[in-house]
């Protein structure tokens, strides 16, 4: 299997601005997810865009998927000090890889 | 609350001995995965079991090993620990082998001291 590498390692922005993050893999998929990591807690799945798909969205959350580029990116808008976390991504695969994550600062 | 229970929450011990980490999936969910993150770490994937059987191995070390029951509960023993085994150990659980959504325990902190 593999896993995926988010970009940046780490991104600190002023709530309510954008964050962008991406997510680079190097094989074929059928599906990624990204997870975000309040320091020390479990992982919490956010959202699943399948290979056919081109951009999801679910509440200020963004994904989009470029199959050629093998690439993902996250976008949270509006950002808020709760958004404060590391983020995921894994790619589909049995055994559910994970990269280093980026790890976002939202200051107040 | 992700519905997989891990137990216990914390653990201390010394170098060298044995520890069991106890991990309960979701109801239903089949698949359950093991995970390891160091200090400021990512997550290293260790093993992932499908209906007791195990799936894929990842970055596990020779010292520690898991089994999945016929409950469909796991446990990760890990043995003659290390100062560098000192980690939170999660583990998630899925419905199915991959392509689906895994929910996450909220992790055993081992202290090796």
């Known amino acids: 299997s593999q896993q995926g590498e988010e970009d940046p390692q780490a991104l600190s922005i002023q709530e309510g601005e954008n964050a962008t993050m991406n997510c680079s893999y190097k094989?074929?998929?059928?599906?990624l997810q990204w997870y975000r990591q309040n320091s020390g807690r479990g992982l919490v799945h956010l959202i699943l865009i399948r290979s056919n798909e081109r951009e999801k969205h679910s509440g200020r959350l963004r994904v989009t998927l470029d199959t050629s580029k093998k690439s993902s990116s996250l976008l949270i808008t509006a950002s808020r000090a709760a958004d404060t976390a590391s983020y995921f991504c894994a790619t589909d695969a049995f055994d559910m890889r994970f990269g280093a994550g980026t790890r976002l600062t939202v200051k107040p | 609350d992700s519905g997989v229970t891990q137990t216990p929450k914390h653990l201390i011990t010394a170098t060298g001995q044995r520890v069991t980490l106890r991990c309960s999936p979701r109801s239903g969910d089949l698949s359950v995965y093991w995970y390891q993150q160091s200090l400021d770490q990512g997550l290293q994937f260790l093993i992932q079991y499908y209906n007791g059987e195990e799936r894929a191995k990842g970055n596990i070390l020779e010292r520690f090993s898991a089994q999945q029951f016929p409950d469909l509960h796991s446990e990760l023993n890990l043995s003659s620990l290390e100062l560098g085994d000192s980690a939170l150990y999660f583990c998630?659980?899925?419905?199915?082998?991959?392509?689906?959504?895994?929910?996450f325990g909220q992790g055993t902190r081992l202290t090796v001291v």
């Open positions: 998630a659980s899925s419905p199915l082998t991959a392509n689906t959504e895994a929910f």
């Open positions: 094989t074929s998929i059928n599906n």
